[in-house]
Protein backbone atom coordinates (compact mmCIF):
# COMPACT_ATOMS: atom_id res chain seq x y z
CA UNK A 1 0.00 0.00 0.00
CA UNK A 2 1.51 3.03 -0.73
CA UNK A 3 2.14 6.05 2.41
CA UNK A 4 0.28 9.07 1.93
CA UNK A 5 3.11 11.89 1.48
CA UNK A 6 1.88 14.02 4.76
CA UNK A 7 1.78 10.38 6.65
CA UNK A 8 5.01 9.31 5.71
CA UNK A 9 6.79 12.48 7.23
CA UNK A 10 5.03 11.42 10.31
CA UNK A 11 6.07 8.34 10.71
CA UNK A 12 9.70 9.71 9.67
CA UNK A 13 9.52 12.05 12.52
CA UNK A 14 8.60 9.40 14.91
CA UNK A 15 11.28 7.11 13.20
CA UNK A 16 13.70 9.69 14.13
CA UNK A 17 12.66 10.87 17.70
CA UNK A 18 13.28 7.05 18.41
CA UNK A 19 16.95 7.16 16.51
CA UNK A 20 18.08 10.29 18.12
CA UNK A 21 17.15 9.46 21.52
CA UNK A 22 14.69 12.92 21.83
CA UNK A 23 11.98 10.59 23.10
CA UNK A 24 9.17 8.01 22.58
CA UNK A 25 8.25 6.78 18.79
CA UNK A 26 5.74 9.42 17.74
CA UNK A 27 5.83 11.92 14.99
CA UNK A 28 3.22 14.61 13.87
CA UNK A 29 2.64 17.34 10.75
CA UNK A 30 0.43 19.64 10.54
CA UNK A 31 -0.91 20.49 6.93
CA UNK A 32 -3.01 23.44 5.67
CA UNK A 33 -4.30 23.76 1.60
CA UNK A 34 -1.88 20.90 1.02
CA UNK A 35 1.37 22.19 2.57
CA UNK A 36 2.97 21.47 5.83
CA UNK A 37 2.50 24.31 8.67
CA UNK A 38 3.73 22.53 11.29
CA UNK A 39 5.83 19.79 13.13
CA UNK A 40 6.49 17.60 15.80
CA UNK A 41 7.87 14.42 17.50
CA UNK A 42 8.28 12.98 21.00
CA UNK A 43 10.87 14.84 23.50
CA UNK A 44 9.35 13.93 26.38
CA UNK A 45 12.56 12.38 28.09
CA UNK A 46 15.29 14.79 26.05
CA UNK A 47 13.40 18.25 27.29
CA UNK A 48 12.12 17.07 30.64
CA UNK A 49 9.05 18.08 29.35
CA UNK A 50 5.72 15.42 30.22
CA UNK A 51 3.84 17.43 27.77
CA UNK A 52 5.72 17.40 25.15
CA UNK A 53 4.44 14.72 22.49
CA UNK A 54 4.24 14.91 19.37
CA UNK A 55 0.75 16.32 18.30
CA UNK A 56 1.40 19.01 21.66
CA UNK A 57 4.41 19.78 19.82
CA UNK A 58 3.29 19.95 16.14
CA UNK A 59 0.32 21.81 17.48
CA UNK A 60 2.25 24.68 19.26
CA UNK A 61 4.43 25.11 16.21
CA UNK A 62 1.62 25.36 13.62
CA UNK A 63 0.02 27.82 15.88
CA UNK A 64 3.36 29.76 15.89
CA UNK A 65 3.66 29.74 12.19
CA UNK A 66 0.09 30.49 11.82
CA UNK A 67 -0.09 33.13 14.29
CA UNK A 68 -3.28 31.85 15.52
CA UNK A 69 -4.84 30.17 18.29
CA UNK A 70 -6.97 27.77 16.65
CA UNK A 71 -6.24 25.55 13.68
CA UNK A 72 -9.22 26.15 11.80
CA UNK A 73 -9.04 24.47 8.24
CA UNK A 74 -5.91 22.03 8.85
CA UNK A 75 -5.40 18.45 8.96
CA UNK A 76 -3.33 16.34 11.67
CA UNK A 77 -1.25 13.56 10.69
CA UNK A 78 -0.32 11.36 13.66
CA UNK A 79 2.04 8.28 13.67
CA UNK A 80 -0.16 7.04 16.32
CA UNK A 81 -3.92 7.42 17.65
CA UNK A 82 -3.88 10.44 19.85
CA UNK A 83 -3.77 10.31 23.87
CA UNK A 84 -5.94 12.20 25.93
CA UNK A 85 -4.11 14.48 26.64
CA UNK A 86 -3.17 15.27 22.61
CA UNK A 87 -6.80 14.16 21.81
CA UNK A 88 -8.05 16.94 24.17
CA UNK A 89 -5.44 19.35 22.55
CA UNK A 90 -6.68 19.02 19.19
CA UNK A 91 -10.43 20.03 20.25
CA UNK A 92 -8.91 22.75 21.73
CA UNK A 93 -7.21 23.69 18.35
CA UNK A 94 -9.98 22.37 16.58
CA UNK A 95 -8.54 21.27 13.19
CA UNK A 96 -10.94 19.78 10.71
CA UNK A 97 -9.66 16.17 10.70
CA UNK A 98 -7.42 13.72 12.01
CA UNK A 99 -5.39 11.11 10.18
CA UNK A 100 -3.58 8.35 12.80
CA UNK A 101 -1.72 5.36 11.47
CA UNK A 102 -0.39 2.93 14.99
CA UNK A 103 -3.70 2.75 17.21
CA UNK A 104 -3.77 3.45 21.19
CA UNK A 105 -3.98 -0.90 21.80
CA UNK A 106 -0.39 -0.74 19.29
CA UNK A 107 1.14 1.86 22.17
CA UNK A 108 -0.13 -0.24 24.76
CA UNK A 109 1.36 -3.29 23.50
CA UNK A 110 4.92 -1.13 23.65
CA UNK A 111 4.28 0.14 27.36
CA UNK A 112 2.84 3.22 26.98
CA UNK A 113 0.03 4.37 29.34
CA UNK A 114 -2.34 5.65 26.18
CA UNK A 115 -4.99 2.92 27.43
CA UNK A 116 -4.71 3.51 30.72
CA UNK A 117 -5.30 7.24 30.69
CA UNK A 118 -8.41 6.53 28.44
CA UNK A 119 -10.12 4.49 30.79
CA UNK A 120 -9.57 7.19 34.09
CA UNK A 121 -10.71 10.09 31.94
CA UNK A 122 -14.63 9.19 31.79
CA UNK A 123 -14.58 7.83 35.63
CA UNK A 124 -16.36 9.91 38.24
CA UNK A 125 -13.37 11.86 40.06
CA UNK A 126 -13.80 9.41 43.41
CA UNK A 127 -13.03 6.66 40.94
CA UNK A 128 -9.44 7.49 39.47
CA UNK A 129 -6.08 6.25 40.08
CA UNK A 130 -4.93 9.65 41.28
CA UNK A 131 -7.16 11.38 44.19
CA UNK A 132 -8.89 14.35 43.39
CA UNK A 133 -10.30 16.66 46.03
CA UNK A 134 -12.63 19.88 45.87
CA UNK A 135 -12.17 23.12 47.92
CA UNK A 136 -12.54 26.47 47.91
CA UNK A 137 -14.87 26.50 44.73
CA UNK A 138 -16.38 29.73 46.85
CA UNK A 139 -13.37 31.46 45.80
CA UNK A 140 -12.78 30.76 42.55
CA UNK A 141 -16.42 31.10 41.31
CA UNK A 142 -15.77 34.82 42.13
CA UNK A 143 -13.10 34.96 39.57
CA UNK A 144 -15.03 33.13 37.30
CA UNK A 145 -18.09 35.89 37.20
CA UNK A 146 -15.75 38.40 36.44
CA UNK A 147 -15.03 36.50 33.43
CA UNK A 148 -18.25 36.32 32.43
CA UNK A 149 -18.54 40.38 33.32
CA UNK A 150 -15.70 41.28 31.49
CA UNK A 151 -16.21 43.03 28.35
CA UNK A 152 -12.98 43.25 26.18
CA UNK A 153 -12.35 39.51 26.84
CA UNK A 154 -10.63 37.54 24.09
CA UNK A 155 -12.45 34.07 24.02
CA UNK A 156 -10.92 30.88 23.01
CA UNK B 1 -14.03 29.43 55.38
CA UNK B 2 -10.62 29.58 55.18
CA UNK B 3 -8.63 29.30 52.00
CA UNK B 4 -5.70 26.85 51.61
CA UNK B 5 -3.15 29.03 50.90
CA UNK B 6 -1.42 26.74 48.00
CA UNK B 7 -5.04 27.31 46.42
CA UNK B 8 -5.57 30.84 47.15
CA UNK B 9 -2.32 31.41 44.81
CA UNK B 10 -3.95 29.34 42.05
CA UNK B 11 -6.97 31.49 42.40
CA UNK B 12 -4.97 34.61 42.40
CA UNK B 13 -2.71 33.31 39.42
CA UNK B 14 -6.34 32.56 37.45
CA UNK B 15 -7.49 36.36 38.46
CA UNK B 16 -4.16 37.56 37.01
CA UNK B 17 -4.17 35.91 33.97
CA UNK B 18 -7.92 37.65 33.44
CA UNK B 19 -7.08 40.92 34.62
CA UNK B 20 -4.13 41.40 32.56
CA UNK B 21 -5.42 40.14 29.29
CA UNK B 22 -3.14 36.88 28.99
CA UNK B 23 -5.76 34.28 28.69
CA UNK B 24 -8.81 32.59 30.20
CA UNK B 25 -9.21 32.59 34.02
CA UNK B 26 -7.51 29.80 35.54
CA UNK B 27 -4.55 28.95 37.32
CA UNK B 28 -2.39 26.59 38.87
CA UNK B 29 0.43 25.73 41.47
CA UNK B 30 2.61 22.41 42.05
CA UNK B 31 3.82 21.80 45.74
CA UNK B 32 6.60 19.36 46.75
CA UNK B 33 7.53 18.82 50.02
CA UNK B 34 4.82 22.10 50.88
CA UNK B 35 6.86 24.65 48.80
CA UNK B 36 5.90 25.98 45.35
CA UNK B 37 8.20 24.37 42.70
CA UNK B 38 5.86 25.10 39.60
CA UNK B 39 3.44 28.14 39.08
CA UNK B 40 1.48 28.52 35.82
CA UNK B 41 -1.71 30.72 34.21
CA UNK B 42 -3.87 30.25 31.30
CA UNK B 43 -1.55 31.84 28.04
CA UNK B 44 -3.52 30.65 25.36
CA UNK B 45 -4.59 33.62 23.76
CA UNK B 46 -2.03 36.02 24.76
CA UNK B 47 1.22 33.16 23.36
CA UNK B 48 -1.19 31.65 20.24
CA UNK B 49 -0.95 28.26 22.30
CA UNK B 50 -4.28 26.57 22.63
CA UNK B 51 -1.89 24.09 24.72
CA UNK B 52 -1.07 27.05 27.28
CA UNK B 53 -3.51 26.01 29.89
CA UNK B 54 -2.29 26.79 33.59
CA UNK B 55 -2.10 23.29 34.44
CA UNK B 56 0.11 22.40 31.38
CA UNK B 57 2.19 25.38 31.84
CA UNK B 58 2.75 24.53 35.62
CA UNK B 59 3.70 21.16 34.67
CA UNK B 60 6.42 22.27 31.95
CA UNK B 61 7.47 25.13 34.81
CA UNK B 62 8.04 22.60 37.95
CA UNK B 63 9.57 19.75 35.32
CA UNK B 64 11.66 22.43 34.60
CA UNK B 65 12.53 23.60 38.57
CA UNK B 66 13.04 19.85 39.28
CA UNK B 67 14.77 18.83 36.25
CA UNK B 68 12.44 15.52 35.74
CA UNK B 69 9.56 14.78 33.55
CA UNK B 70 7.70 13.29 36.16
CA UNK B 71 6.22 14.99 39.02
CA UNK B 72 6.45 12.02 41.88
CA UNK B 73 5.50 13.10 45.45
CA UNK B 74 3.69 16.62 44.21
CA UNK B 75 0.76 17.91 44.95
CA UNK B 76 -1.17 20.05 41.87
CA UNK B 77 -3.69 23.11 43.40
CA UNK B 78 -5.92 24.19 40.23
CA UNK B 79 -8.26 26.80 40.55
CA UNK B 80 -10.30 25.00 38.05
CA UNK B 81 -11.14 21.11 37.87
CA UNK B 82 -8.77 19.85 35.27
CA UNK B 83 -10.03 19.66 31.20
CA UNK B 84 -9.20 16.05 29.70
CA UNK B 85 -5.97 18.44 28.01
CA UNK B 86 -4.35 19.08 31.45
CA UNK B 87 -5.84 15.88 32.82
CA UNK B 88 -4.08 13.77 30.56
CA UNK B 89 -1.15 15.90 31.24
CA UNK B 90 -1.32 15.20 34.83
CA UNK B 91 -1.80 11.49 34.42
CA UNK B 92 1.44 11.82 32.36
CA UNK B 93 3.25 13.77 34.81
CA UNK B 94 1.82 11.01 37.64
CA UNK B 95 1.83 13.96 40.83
CA UNK B 96 0.26 12.11 44.11
CA UNK B 97 -3.10 14.24 44.29
CA UNK B 98 -4.63 17.01 42.92
CA UNK B 99 -6.86 19.56 44.15
CA UNK B 100 -9.02 22.08 42.37
CA UNK B 101 -11.65 24.97 42.53
CA UNK B 102 -14.29 25.21 40.31
CA UNK B 103 -15.96 22.61 38.46
CA UNK B 104 -16.15 21.62 35.32
CA UNK B 105 -20.14 22.55 34.53
CA UNK B 106 -18.46 25.87 36.76
CA UNK B 107 -16.31 25.90 33.36
CA UNK B 108 -18.82 25.49 31.03
CA UNK B 109 -21.80 28.37 32.92
CA UNK B 110 -18.87 30.60 31.44
CA UNK B 111 -18.78 28.91 27.91
CA UNK B 112 -15.66 26.76 28.03
CA UNK B 113 -15.65 23.92 26.00
CA UNK B 114 -14.43 21.41 28.76
CA UNK B 115 -17.94 19.48 29.30
CA UNK B 116 -18.04 18.82 25.58
CA UNK B 117 -14.68 17.34 25.32
CA UNK B 118 -15.04 15.01 28.01
CA UNK B 119 -18.24 13.95 26.46
CA UNK B 120 -16.05 13.25 23.23
CA UNK B 121 -13.26 11.29 24.61
CA UNK B 122 -14.70 7.84 25.48
CA UNK B 123 -17.00 7.82 22.11
CA UNK B 124 -15.84 5.44 19.89
CA UNK B 125 -13.70 7.43 16.81
CA UNK B 126 -16.52 6.97 14.53
CA UNK B 127 -18.69 9.23 16.83
CA UNK B 128 -16.89 11.82 17.48
CA UNK B 129 -17.12 15.60 16.29
CA UNK B 130 -13.81 15.93 14.29
CA UNK B 131 -13.36 12.98 12.05
CA UNK B 132 -10.67 10.35 12.95
CA UNK B 133 -9.38 8.36 10.01
CA UNK B 134 -6.71 5.30 10.05
CA UNK B 135 -4.10 4.80 7.67
CA UNK B 136 -0.85 3.28 7.08
CA UNK B 137 -1.00 1.22 10.78
CA UNK B 138 1.52 -1.34 8.57
CA UNK B 139 4.32 1.43 7.79
CA UNK B 140 4.19 3.01 11.73
CA UNK B 141 3.88 -0.64 13.18
CA UNK B 142 7.50 -1.03 12.07
CA UNK B 143 8.72 1.99 14.06
CA UNK B 144 6.71 0.88 17.12
CA UNK B 145 8.88 -2.82 17.05
CA UNK B 146 12.02 -1.00 16.69
CA UNK B 147 11.47 0.88 20.11
CA UNK B 148 10.73 -2.63 21.75
CA UNK B 149 13.74 -3.66 20.47
CA UNK B 150 15.73 -1.06 21.70
CA UNK B 151 18.19 -1.66 24.02
CA UNK B 152 19.00 1.75 25.54
CA UNK B 153 15.88 3.63 25.49
CA UNK B 154 14.29 6.03 28.53
CA UNK B 155 10.91 4.64 29.29
CA UNK B 156 8.64 7.26 30.59
Redo the contacts between chains.
Keep these: ?1 E ?2 MF ?2 RA ?1 EL ?2 MA ?1 QT ?1 K ?3 FGCVIVKDGKIVGEGHNQ ?2 ST ?4 AHAE ?1 VA ?2 NA ?2 NL ?5 EGCEVYT ?3 P ?21 RE ?2 K ?3 F ?1 DS ?3 D ?3 LS ?1 SHRK ?12 L ?2 E ?3 N ?1 S ?5
Design positions: MTNMKISKLGGGPVTNDPTVIRCKNSFQLSCECPMCLGAIYWARPSKVYFANTDAQIGDFIYEIPIIPMLSMNRNQALVFEWKKDKTEY
